[in-house]
């Protein structure tokens, strides 16, 4: 109980009432919110004992403790009530992610706000507010009826804990704050409000009722299972805080704190913001937010598309699928860009929004970064035996004019502005060191500490063999290789007699030493080649390349190929800010001098000692299940050849996608072990190889497609392109629309409008 002289001076500040044991007011208290207390009133019932004054029969508690009425004088209070929670850990967990974010979104918070803590491990939050409303339950969590969060204000009261201060204000210090501030107050706290999903589609129309027959998984539920949300929204938000529970989320270019959330249990995206396609103050699944996204919230025309995607079950059929077909799992053919750490998908998220790069290409460019940076300084053992380097081979494939170029230089810039920094530094001095060597014996002692500069550029673009192996030796970390056009790379394999280009290749991607025998010059050598390939090139150049002799011999298996359906953006006003372009660039340099300086290892002999990782006991165990994944499809009667020859390369990569996502996504971070690769890791590495899988099999499946597509219009070249394409679609409904409109020389629309017609 707080001593009389001291609750007498609340007075001052509140308006009072006096509470028992219970902490329920012993006196009406009504009349108290429009009319204070006077000091002689408030004495007499706070010195009340009990038990001789009756109301209606019953006892009077006595006094125990003051309450803060709501309400008077603008107060209003943020009530947290923890008790739900059943451990002081997660009692903890809460109030520390709750408090945190309110410091980060609010400025000055500290200086604004009063906390006490309450006698239930729970906060009062309190301040003054013009906007005061009635009491409002905002938060209740999953099977729970009692609000965790609520506000006190007109008709509500608190109770006064003064020896429980947690902030630097104290009761006497209550201020008022902006709309702005109790704004973002009020929305977070909703936030931890559990959502259910608002259900899909309440009455089914016929025609989605049509393809249900015997049918069991709907399209809605099927593709909530499947498909992540963010993948659904990610070019409309950027996550700005992640939460135990949630994600916090913010519109493109707005202006506000935030827009809503995605809530982690249950996948559900809340929104407060009225200024997206999408509803607000909803709870909306991945399928409605696909729903509004792409067909205005036609609930139906969703479901027939989905439906048309693969996505729901199908009717039984008696035929049996053909043992040669590809298929293909939609949600592996989106680039799993959660692999990286969250600032890193902002960036690259923006970079889509603003610059209109490619998500796909970027997401490829980074990895290879990483395999540059890393080298040879780092390896991982999967078992005693067998060891797997850093090497990544990758091909970012599209048409001409699509954007792969700029997507990749984004990306890598970093890197290749400090390797012209190296290449201008040598230049400078093999100058000096020319003019040096002219001269006479007796000049040269007036230079005793001269030497031969060593070419430290470590990214090349245009160069031969020879010339990339003589700059491997003198930079033994990594030399990456970065081509616009892949095509004269794949040429070039083969091109002397004397010696096989492709050998070297072959060997070199395994880290095997490799030697160079030109009958031009003496032999070349390389102990440890670690030469990460990046490039662009054509669908219809890549797939000349894949000859029986490239498919047999492994080279095509090798790479790892990025073909995601792009179309050419319209100009936007999007902006970046420069700080997050200067952000990443200086992570990007940062992880490379990091390597550099700082875990790279040398022998007496100045030769590389690489650091071997290996897996932790669960990462382990994961490694293993996905192995005998691999395997199982290898030796599955149904799978196709041309996967057979390409998934026991995925063998390697996994590992080596293990080894780069652990140690990028681990720099910098303090208490981090670097020798043990994670659990974490490994499943990031299984998604990105479903990712190159997926991509390997589209541009085969567009290959044979287009071919087919070739075929058929030649035999019917009588026939209108109307005719042409009723043919095609007939015998495949899901062919490319954007390749048959490009071989009829039609538009798109033309060929939707062809669709519409064959429906009919």
């Known amino acids: 109980m707080i001593e009389a002289t001291k609750a007498i001076k609340f007075l001052d500040y509140f308006s009072l009432l006096t509470v028992g044991k219970t902490k329920v007011p012993n006196f009406a208290w009504t009349q108290q919110q429009t009319d204070k207390l006077s000091e002689n009133d408030f004495i007499k019932r706070y010195n009340y004992a009990g038990g001789s004054f009756k109301k209606n029969g019953e006892e009077r508690p006595a006094t125990t403790n003051i309450g803060l009425i709501t309400g008077f004088d603008f107060l209003e209070v943020i009530d947290i009530d923890l008790k739900v929670f059943s451990t002081a850990k997660e009692k903890l967990d809460f109030w520390n992610e709750y408090l945190g974010f309110l410091k980060d979104n609010i400025l000055d918070f500290a200086e604004k706000f009063v906390i006490y803590k309450t006698k239930n491990d729970g906060y009062h939050i309190l301040y003054k507010s013009k906007r005061i409303q009635n009491n409002l339950k905002l938060a209740k969590l999953k099977g729970h009826k009692q609000a965790v969060i609520e506000t006190r204000g007109q008709f509500g009261y608190v109770i006064a804990y003064p020896q429980n201060k947690v902030s630097k204000n104290s009761y006497f210090d209550v201020k008022f704050i902006s709309d702005e501030d109790r704004e973002i107050l009020i929305t977070f706290s909703k936030s931890y409000n559990y959502l259910e999903p608002e259900k899909e589609i309440k009455v089914v129309p016929k025609q989605v009722q049509n393809i249900y027959k015997d049918s069991d998984v709907k399209v809605w539920d099927d ?53 997206t396609i999408y509803p607000h103050e909803k709870g909306l699944s991945a399928f409605a937010c696909y729903t509004f996204k792409n067909h205005n919230g036609d609930y139906a025309a969703a479901t027939l598309d989905l439906y048309d995607k693969g996505f729901g079950s199908r009717r039984v059929l008696k035929e049996t699928e053909p043992s040669e077909r590809i298929l293909l799992v939609e949600n592996d053919l989106q680039f799993p860009i959660d692999i990286f750490t969250k600032p890193i998908q902002s960036y690259i998220i923006d970079c889509a929004n603003t610059l209109n790069m490619s998500i796909d290409y970027m997401g490829c460019s980074l990895m290879w970064l990483m395999s540059l940076s890393i080298g040879n300084s780092m390896k991982i053992e999967v078992k005693k035996g067998w060891v797997e380097i850093a090497t990544l081979w990758i091909a970012v494939v599209g048409k001409a004019g699509i954007g792969k170029t700029p997507s990749i230089s984004k990306t890598i810039f970093p890197l290749e502005k400090l390797n012209n920094i190296e290449i201008s530094n040598y230049i400078k001095e093999f100058q000096k060191w020319e003019a040096y060597d002219k001269l006479t014996k007796k000049e040269k002692e007036e230079y005793p500490d001269m030497v031969k500069p060593i070419k430290k550029q470590f990214i090349a673009n245009d160069i031969t ?296």
């Open 223 to 275: 593709f909530n299972n499947k498909t992540n949300i963010w993948d659904v929204i990610s070019s409309d938000f950027k996550i700005i805080a992640n939460h135990n529970k949630k994600y916090i989320i913010k519109r493109h270019n707005s202006d506000s704190a935030h827009s809503g959330y995605i809530f982690k249990d249950n996948d559900i995206m809340f929104l407060y913001s009225t200024g």
């Open 465 to 760: 063999l020879e010339a990339l192996i003589d700059l491997h030796q003198e930079n033994d970390n990594a030399v990456g290789v970065f081509k616009d056009e892949l095509a004269g790379w794949f040429k070039d394999m083969n091109k002397y007699k004397a010696g096989s280009d492709l050998e070297f290749w072959l060997s070199s991607w395994s880290g095997k030493s490799v030697n160079l025998n030109r009958m031009t010059r003496a032999g070349s050598f390389v102990a440890n080649p670690l030469i990460p390939i990046l490039g662009g090139i054509q669908p219809s150049i890549f797939n000349s390349f894949y000859t029986n002799e490239n498919k047999d011999n492994g080279f095509m298996d090798r790479m790892l190929l990025s073909y995601p359906d792009l179309k050419v953006e319209d100009y936007n006003d999007n902006e970046m800010d420069y700080n997050t372009i200067q952000w990443y660039n200086d992570t990007i340099i940062y992880f490379f001098e990091k390597i550099k300086h700082e875990i790279i290892q040398k022998d007496e002999f100045g030769k590389i000692v690489p650091v071997t990782l290996t897996f932790d006991n669960e990462a382990k165990k994961e490694w293993v299940r996905i192995f005998n994944e691999i395997t199982k499809n290898q030796n599955s009667e149904t799978e196709n050849e041309y996967m057979k020859s390409m998934l026991p390369k995925q063998k390697s990569y996994i590992p080596r996608f293990s080894l780069l996502i652990h140690i990028f996504n681990g720099i910098g971070l303090p208490q981090y072990d670097f020798s043990k690769v994670s659990k974490e890791s490994v499943l990031k590495a299984e998604k990105l190889s479903k990712y190159f899988i997926a991509m390997a099999k589209k541009i085969k499946i567009d290959s044979i497609e287009n071919l087919e597509i070739k075929k058929v219009l030649k035999n019917n070249d009588a026939k209108s392109n109307r005719e042409k394409f009723t043919i095609l679609y007939k015998a495949n409904p899901k062919l490319n629309k954007n390749e048959v409109a490009e071989q009829l020389g039609v538009s798109v629309q033309t060929i939707y409008k062809y669709i519409k017609g064959v429906k009919k």
